[in-house]
């Protein structure tokens, strides 16, 4: 993907007191350091990833939504999505990352669950109009099934 531009849509800043208007553009760069500030240790992983709609936040657009995780932690993710699939701020989601590592469970995939609810979302602009795609942060909450591979610190 290329440089992240927001122009034309609402941007949420994850860095408090940041301000940002519509036609602001985003570096790379500005991302990483955002990512940096983080209150946990983050992991690149790159690997499959569904977002189950909760029936009981969103009854209306029940589905699964097929994107692909970047990077995680102990207590959220970074992923993208496709465009237009209905994911917003506030709204919860089961999270499904389908690990290609070897783990504690048989088989060459790890499979991880866990509730999780959208912070933040920002448009990521490819070369052309179908490379576009829809960045996505979620906090994870509550229990998850599975072993995720985590940094230490």
């Not at 699939?85 to 669950?113: A, D, H, K, M, W």
Request: hydrophobic letters at 35%; one cysteine or more.
């Amino acid at each position: 993907m290329g440089r992240i531009q927001t122009e034309g849509w609402p941007v949420h800043s994850a860095v408090p007191g940041a301000a940002m208007t519509a036609t602001t553009r985003i570096s790379p760069s500005t991302v990483s350091e955002t990512f940096t500030a983080r209150q946990t240790v983050r992991r690149p992983l790159r690997c499959k990833l569904v977002l189950v709609n909760d029936v009981m936040s969103a009854p209306v657009h029940a589905g699964v939504i097929p994107g692909e995780c970047l990077n995680v932690s102990d207590g959220g993710l970074y992923a993208v999505v496709p465009l237009g699939c209905g994911v917003r701020v506030g709204r919860r989601y089961t999270c499904r990352l389908f690990i290609p590592e070897r783990g504690p469970e048989p088989g060459p995939v790890q499979t991880v669950s866990q509730q999780g609810m959208v912070l933040r979302t920002e448009l990521l602009a490819g070369g052309g109009r179908d490379e576009d795609r829809l960045g996505v942060a979620i906090k994870l909450i509550g229990h998850r099934s599975g072993v995720m591979p985590l940094p230490t610190t």
